[in-house]
């Protein structure tokens, strides 16, 4: 694989670069972004060209509206740092011309898919050497496996989770004389979902494998390679659901019908409060509510992009949730978790204009893929669709370069292969 690296063109090997460090420290992958810069400009330079897909007035939209939303912001400094984070979502659109020509884009997401996979393995032995030392079971799974590169395992699932809906589809759709081993990195791909144990990410994938399936039956009807596609997802299934102790405890710890109405009923909870990912969700959800409906607050301006945190810890500081081990409050505890919630947070922090994006969001990301036959681009943001309510991703880097860049390839691959389902 690795052998004909010599054959990747320069946009094979920025798109390479770019995937590879995304689940590295933040810093690699906005170095490997300054690169795509440089490139960009000499090719502006040379041929100024702007051509991208509609999707990409979605994302032009988003920066316009967040940088707008300075002018109000009731922290302007965060806000600032919030617009410059945003800056991926220019430059692969203005930018897609010139970034995204790619002559072998199968076997980038390939490499990738090894890389992936050799971070895991790097992560999976860092975690043993912590198990000797503490004699927890929990170093192997979630936010302990992939503490080393200080990265939330949320984040990671996501990123694994696209690429390997980019392999299944390639894998069912494709002609190539790779099958086995895209079978191979496709099944370890999901499989690795088990130690990341994200709940959200895990159930998406599960739907988004049988979406894919199904249309792979409806196109090809039946033949040999059913059987094998068939089971790579039965076994996935078994090992996600049938194994893990530790990701069956976390479906079942949000279960608890009793903690869920105390979220929506209790004016109460104090600083031991008991909160599970669900939970703590459900509260932040009350709380946007509560602040929309707040006559003090300006539901159509919002509090300027990423300048929210301040109006949801009055509601912490309501609830006297808690504020860390000094009991402060202001940078600890519950203190420093966002909406968790994409679509809530969009309404807060810059109102009209986020209820403008929502629409567009979901205009390009269900009806555009299914109007154009796509499904490649429909099963890539279905996941962002879907993420969005557990998760304000548009808040981290990780998320954005996520969010920007693997619906944009989706468009790519899936036009340049000329393989559309049958819907």
Known sequence: MFKNLKSLSIADILLLLVLITLPLPEHWNSKALLIILVFVLYNFYKSFELKFPKIGWLYILFFVFASFSFFWSSDKNETLKAIVRLFPL????LAYKHIFKFSSIDRVLRISAFIFLFYGILWLVLAYYRFLQFHSSETFFYHELTSPFGASAIYIALIFGLLYVFLLYQLLFQISKNKTTDFFLTFLLLAYQLLLSSKMI????????????????????????????????????????????????????????????????????????????????????????????????????????????????????????????????????????????????????????????????????????????????????????????TESYLLRHKGIVSFVLFPLLAIYYFESQKQIPNS
Not at 90 to 93: D, E, G, K, S, W
Not at 205 to 233: E, G, W
Not at 254 to 267: A, K, P, S
């Open 202 to 389: 895990l159930s998406i994938l599960i739907i988004v494998s049988l979406i894919l399936l199904i249309f792979y039956l409806r196109k090809k009807r039946a033949n040999k390679r059913i059987l094998p596609i068939v089971l790579i997802l039965s076994i996935s299934l078994i090992v996600v659901f049938g194994i893990s102790s530790f990701t069956k405890n976390r479906f079942k710890d949000i279960l608890n019908y009793q903690h869920i109405e105390n979220v929506f009923f209790q004016e109460y909870f104090g600083p031991g409060y008991y909160w599970n990912g669900l939970s703590l969700r459900l509260f932040q959800l009350r709380c946007f509510y509560e602040i929309e409906k707040d006559p003090s607050f300006n539901s159509f301006r919002g509090t300027g992009i990423h300048a929210s945190q301040p109006v949801l810890n009055k509601k912490y500081l309501q609830y006297d949730l808690y504020r860390g081990p000094n009991g402060e409050g202001e940078n600890d505890g519950y203190f420093i978790y966002n909406f968790h919630n994409q679509y809530a947070q969009l309404l807060i922090e810059i109102g009209v204009f986020g209820g403008i994006l929502i629409v567009l969001m979901l205009y390009f990301f269900v009806l555009y893929p299914l109007k154009s036959k796509n499904i490649l681009l429909f099963a890539v943001t279905i996941i962002f669709i879907s993420f969005a309510l």
């Open 90 to 93: 220019l430059l692969f659109t």
